[in-house]
């Protein structure tokens, strides 16, 4: 990624100073900056006793999170500042304030071992991005490996880990007492292992849609999208559900691609 600042003036009472700036290297780093601003919200609201305006500001900031990158790439307007931008973004709005929002919520109840499950979240969520983008830089992988994440990918993490909201919004009886917080505790361990282990998730990003099923996937992609915002709770429940269902059939996916693509391989050039 090049630096996208390329013209500077002397400046009399500082560094260099940045003369001009295509709009187009803005939008990136202006949504990056509102998701931040989008996190931090929720962090405000879930401290307030405001919870579900809290989650709905948390995906907001994963949701501007995960489209800043791409609307970088579409413009062509990659930078350096903005990499550095992205990073500080991902570890406030994937780990920061969906385990703040948490223990606002519930994990206190837990006491100590609540915060503990608090803080274990949001170091694994670091340490899971640090290693995507590590893992990002390297161009010797074989091509296939790059179609899976190595764990779970923090955006997903963020949405996994705040199930226990999710059922007690449904209204069907789970509320943030101290056994239910015990539970929601070793929940928040559990993803934040998923996070930082490494299990093998596809990323789906090598998917192309069949010219002749391209309506009927913008149909479906559309009626989530009504039934997240008629059902938002019961739809996010179901979602989570649905993606710790999958992560099974991923790893035995990768396994028979890893059996696949050995076998491609003669004898004599391995080892």
């Not at 995507?132 to 779970?152: A, H, K, M, S």
């Not at 099923?213 to 739809?235: D, E, N, Q, R, S």
Request: aromatic residues 12%; glycine residues 8%.
């Amino acid at each position: 990624m090049g630096a996208p600042f390329k013209k500077f003036e002397a400046h009399g009472s500082g560094g260099p100073r940045i003369r001009e700036i295509p709009m187009r290297m803005v939008l990136p780093n202006l949504v990056t900056v509102l998701a931040i601003c989008a996190g931090l919200s929720g962090i405000r609201f879930g401290f307030e006793g405001r919870f579900e305006p809290a989650v709905v500001m948390v995906l907001l900031a994963a949701f501007l999170d995960g489209i800043d990158g791409r609307l970088a790439r579409m413009l062509k307007a990659t930078s350096k500042f903005g990499a550095q931008m992205d990073s500080l973004a991902d570890i406030v709005n994937f780990g920061v304030a969906p385990a703040l929002v948490l223990y606002a919520f519930m994990l206190d109840r837990a006491g100590s071992f609540g915060w503990i499950a608090a803080l274990l979240f949001t170091i694994a969520c670091g340490l899971r991005l640090a290693r995507f983008n590590v893992l990002d830089d390297e161009t010797d992988r074989p091509i296939w490996q790059t179609e899976y994440f190595v764990g779970v990918p923090a955006p997903a993490g963020a949405v996994l880990v705040m199930l226990p909201l999710y059922l007690s919004f449904l209204r069907l009886g789970i509320e943030p007492s101290r056994s239910v917080a015990f539970i929601a505790t070793g929940f928040t361990v559990l993803v934040a292992f998923l996070l930082v282990s490494r299990l093998p998730v596809y990323s789906g990003k090598s998917v192309k849609v069949p010219g002749d099923k391209v309506l009927p996937v913008i149909l479906a992609v559309v009626l989530y999208v009504l039934l997240l915002m008629t059902y938002p709770w019961y739809t996010l429940t179901a979602s989570v559900a649905g993606y710790l269902a999958f992560l099974p059939f991923s790893v035995r996916a990768y396994s028979r691609r890893a059996k696949l693509e050995g076998e491609k391989v003669p004898p004599s050039d391995i080892g």
